[in-house]
């Protein structure tokens, strides 16, 4: 996912914050993220350090998962 322009300031950030972006079903979103949790990507850096493949071999993480992600991530780098 390197392919985005994210302040390396906001690298720290937990990948939840990413939540608050979007306005898709709530209960999507949580399952995502906590499915990227539960594999140790707690930060936006965790996140943008791995590779789009890497994230589709994680359990419960799918193509529409990736998707959901690319689409928070994207709202994150427009409203910060």
Do not use: W
């Amino acid at each position: 996912m390197s392919y985005f322009n994210i302040d390396r300031s906001l690298y720290a950030q937990p990948i939840h914050s990413l939540r608050q972006r979007t306005t898709r079903n709530p209960k999507s979103i949580s399952r995502i993220l906590n499915s990227l949790h539960d594999s140790n990507y707690i930060t936006i850096g965790d996140l943008m350090k791995a590779s789009l493949t890497e994230l589709l071999c994680l359990r419960n993480f799918g193509v529409t998962g990736q998707t959901i992600v690319i689409e928070l991530l994207e709202a994150y780098v427009k409203t910060c």
